[in-house]
């Protein structure tokens, strides 16, 4: 749970760490948002709960997971 070199791991500055965080965590309540509407109203927001999803495996992928 606690791991006080993960940006290190991450490859990441505090600030770079935050606002991509945060764009990430906006990203997931968007994708809540429209999971829920679409789970009620299936021909509304097609596929982009999973599109949300794929951008923020893509990112993390880019910005933070390194091969070393």
């Given at each position: ?7 290190q791991k ?15 965590n ?25 599109r ?7 990112g993390?992928?880019?910005?933070f997971?390194?091969d070393?």
């Amino acid at each position: 749970m606690w791991d006080s070199n993960h940006l290190q791991k991450a490859h990441s500055g505090y600030f770079k760490h935050l606002f991509i965080a945060m764009w990430f965590n906006l990203l997931a309540l968007a994708i809540v948002i429209t999971g829920i509407i679409h789970a009620l109203i299936p021909w509304l927001f097609p596929f982009t709960p999973y599109r949300l999803a794929k951008k923020i495996i893509r990112g993390t992928e880019a910005y933070f997971i390194h091969d070393d």
